[in-house]
């Protein structure tokens, strides 16, 4: 079974603060995506990596793909309250065609 | 991207009812996935819904539960059937763009069960 372990499930941090989230595998992620949702929405993808070692960056938010492809992680830098929701790392692994999910984390930034 | 429309966006039902929940999309795209989701929780995929052929259930979904019509290459729709309590969830929409790698999702349907 190709699982996406994501860690921590909850975060609850004050404004300001720095925080990473983290997705691994023991498996090979040909792609992984990062997605956000908010209450009442869709997730919304928020970066694709596909090649090992990759860091790109979105304003305060850096993601990095391990160099092995079986792990990344989402690095916020002071975090702010609209930083608040659900966080969703997910990819595909191999020949398979569906997206494998990780389990959340739900982040709440406190004013 | 793609925009996706999902409708209702919320609803309250009578058990042993059924609902059919419809997704839009602004462009013709090959693979729409049907998921389910608990508030705060991870995304478990009910099926793929293919257009032109039956669509293809995860295990734990049966076509009695969760029927599903794909009529063209830009709208689908799940119907939720002789709901329960249970059923209570999220329900999304989603397609792939990209080379069947990045996912864009409807707003969800919000399902409550009593």
């Known amino acids: 079974t190709q699982l996406l372990e994501q860690s921590p499930q909850f975060l609850s941090i004050q404004e300001g603060e720095n925080l990473t989230v983290y997705c691994n595998s023991s498996s090979v992620f040909s792609s992984l995506q990062w997605y956000r949702q908010e209450p009442g929405e869709g997730p919304v993808l928020l970066v694709t990596v596909v090649t090992g070692g990759e860091v790109k960056k979105l304003k305060r938010l850096t993601f990095q793909f391990g160099d092995a492809r079986k792990d990344s992680s989402l690095h916020i830098t002071a975090a702010q309250p609209g930083d608040t929701g659900l966080y969703l790392c997910?990819?595909?692994?191999?020949?398979?065609?569906?997206?494998?999910w990780g389990l959340g984390t739900s982040l709440a930034v406190n004013p | 991207s793609a925009v996706i429309s999902q409708k209702p966006s919320r609803d309250i039902c009578q058990r042993g009812t059924s609902l059919t929940i419809q997704c839009q999309v602004d462009s013709q795209v090959t693979m729409m996935f049907w998921y389910r989701q608990q508030p705060g929780q991870s995304l478990t995929l009910i099926a793929t819904?293919?257009?032109?052929?039956?669509?293809?259930?995860e295990s734990g979904f049966v076509i009695d539960k969760f029927p599903i019509s794909r009529p063209n290459l830009t709208f689908s729709t799940l119907t939720v059937s002789n709901m329960s309590p249970e059923d209570s969830s999220i329900y999304l929409c989603?397609?792939?763009?990209?080379?069947?790698?990045?996912?864009?999702f409807g707003q969800g349907t919000r399902l409550t069960v009593v």
């Open positions: 989603s397609v792939e763009h990209r080379m069947n790698t990045e996912a864009f």
């Open positions: 819904a293919n257009q032109g052929s039956e669509a293809t259930y």
């Open positions: 997910a990819g595909k692994a191999g020949n398979n065609r569906k997206l494998i």
